[in-house]
């Protein structure tokens, strides 16, 4: 007979229930907004004019945020607030890097090949290294896989076809756009430089120790009786904030592609925010919840 679970610990229906207005409200603005970068991605992508490589990393990241903050409506519409935490802090890293890229024309191009060298190509290079058992950095990493109880027996890719899937990225590296090019910054470096050093000291940090399963804090509070308590899963206490990151930071990506890549399309954006967005995310911000008192 197929397993119940303890109902005061997850009752999916209850969860569902009470978290049904910021559902309707959250769920629909996020929806949109999801729909309407996707028509921005494919506008900004006919339109980019850059030579080659040049408007790869912009384009890349923009989609990434497209995809997680469709992963977070999905995760929203089942009451799983918490779990999509990990999704926001990934969209602010994102978003971070995107405005650092983007928000000055005259280092457009070394801050996109900057990306594209160091976050994305020399990191695929390092990640195939990591595998070669023919190589130095390889040998003793292939030990460790071999040794290890969850992995051990997987059958990895030969040292031919690591080779393979890196060389072109090798190739990449060797073009003269790519010489000289600074590092590309650290998250938290690239908040002090956006101005975002608020929200990284206090939210990005926060969502990071819930990521890491370091802050559990979330779990334990005490009943009206005074005793020891744990909150059901799913309950909707940090729903209305991931709601509203999530929309922000997608909402301000979209707008900052639009202003780089199709800046005619800023009006028909303003139309789109007051008849599509505005009024919606003012319901949200302002609906007052009401969660289940926690079972001792």
Request: hydrophobic share 40%; glycine share 4%; with cysteine.
């Amino acid at each position: 007979m197929p397993t119940k679970p303890r109902s005061t610990l997850l009752n999916r229906q209850l969860a569902l229930a009470e978290a049904e207005d910021l559902i309707s409200l959250a769920c629909p603005l996020l929806q949109e907004i999801v729909n309407y970068s996707t028509t921005v991605f494919r506008a900004c992508a006919a339109s980019a004019s850059g030579e080659e490589n040049e408007d790869f990393a912009s384009l890349m990241l923009y989609l990434h945020m497209i995809e997680f903050s469709d992963g977070i409506e999905l995760l929203l519409a089942s009451s799983c607030a918490v779990p999509a935490i990990p999704l926001v802090r990934s969209c602010f890293e994102v978003l971070l890097k995107l405005e650092y890229i983007l928000q000055e024309s005259e280092h457009y191009v070394d801050r996109a090949l900057s990306w594209l060298a160091h976050e994305y190509a020399r990191v695929r290079i390092r990640s195939r290294a990591f595998l070669d058992d023919t190589s130095g950095v390889g040998k003793p990493i292939r030990k460790l896989l071999r040794a290890d109880k969850h992995v051990g027996n997987i059958a990895w890719p030969t040292p031919r076809e690591l080779q393979n899937d890196s060389e072109p990225m090798c190739r990449l590296l060797r073009r003269p756009q790519f010489k000289g090019l600074e590092a590309f910054p650290s998250i938290e470096e690239l908040a002090k430089r956006t101005r975002c050093y608020g929200q990284y000291t206090v939210f990005y940090r926060r969502w990071s120790s819930v990521s890491h399963g370091q802050d559990v804090s979330r779990y334990v509070t005490t009943t009206s009786g005074g005793e020891q308590a744990v909150w059901s899963l799913r309950n909707a206490r940090y729903f209305q904030q991931v709601a509203e990151f999530a929309a922000f930071f997608l909402l301000e990506g979209t707008r900052m592609m639009l202003e780089r890549f199709c800046p005619t399309h800023l009006p028909d954006r303003e139309m789109w925010l007051t008849q599509e967005v505005d009024e919606r995310f003012r319901k949200l911000s302002q609906l007052e919840i009401t969660v289940t008192e926690a079972s001792a």
